[in-house]
T-cell receptor, first 111, second 112 residues
Framework: NAGVTQTPKFRILKIGQSMTLQCTQD?????MYWYRQDPGMGLKLIYY???????DKGEVPNGYNVSRSTTEDFPLRLELAAPSQTSVYFCASSLNGNEQFFGPGTRLTVL | KNQVEQSPQSLIILEGKNCTLQCNYTVSPFSNLRWYKQDTGRGPVSLTIMTFSENTKSNGRYTATLDADTKQSSLHITASQLSDSASYICVVSANNFNKFYFGSGTKLNVKP
């Protein structure tokens, strides 16, 4: 099992550009999550999904969108990138809402 | 307000020494508490998970304790190794499975 994979590893965006951060898990987990981690801070929940076709907002959803058309994939979309979205983004999945398995992260810089 | 506070913020120890990291939380209702290890540039990896009824859980040289009455947890690392250099994150889950509260972590540096 590859676990949770994320692409790209790094990305630099200009203000106003858009992009999609990809997340895939091969563990058949129902629950998937997107977090951002700013330097020296704890992870903050952006969006989560409890199953295909179901998504909901977390603590900091503004400026982001998600979709969950399959169990495996949970892409995160930034429509109009802003410098405040410079961060490291982690995707995670969970079988039953308890232990989470994290991907390696995507480091995004918005200039 | 549901919060997770970790201390110290950073710690430097010599290889072979022991250390203890602290986690205090105010999350209610409490479901479980996890300790994660996050290597630089990597995602967090679970070390231990404890529920309300568990006082101690070990994973090799890592031993976590939980006092649900005082809402405190600690992570004790025995005979530290250079590979223990990482950030250690305390995460508390409320009864709602989507509510995970993350501490900001303790950055541990093990020097030879």
């Amino acid at each position: 099992n590859a676990g949770v994979t994320q692409t790209p590893k790094f990305r630099i965006l200009k203000i106003g550009q858009s992009m999609t951060l990809q997340c895939t898990q091969d563990m058949n987990h129902n629950y998937m999550y997107w977090y951002r981690q700013d330097p020296g801070m704890g992870l903050k929940l952006i969006y989560y999904s409890v199953g295909a076709g179901i998504t909901d907002k977390g603590e900091v959803p503004n400026g982001y969108n998600v979709s969950r058309s399959t169990t495996e994939d949970f892409p995160l979309r930034l429509e109009l990138a802003a410098p405040s979205q410079t961060s490291v983004y982690f995707c995670a999945s969970s079988l039953n809402g308890n232990e989470q398995f994290f991907g390696p992260g995507t480091r995004l810089t918005v200039l | 307000k549901n919060q997770v506070e970790q201390s110290p913020q950073s710690l430097i120890i010599l290889e072979g020494k022991n250390c203890t990291l602290q986690c205090n939380y105010t999350v209610s209702p409490f479901s479980n508490l996890r300790w994660y290890k996050q290597d630089t540039g990597r995602g967090p990896v679970s070390l231990t998970i404890m529920t309300f009824s568990e006082n101690t859980k070990s994973n090799g040289r890592y031993t976590a304790t939980l006092d649900a009455d005082t809402k405190q947890s600690s992570l004790h690392i025995t005979a530290s190794q250079l590979s223990d250099s990482a950030s250690y994150i305390c995460v508390v889950s409320a009864n709602n499975f989507n509510k995970f509260y993350f501490g900001s972590g303790t950055k541990l540096n093990v020097k030879p």
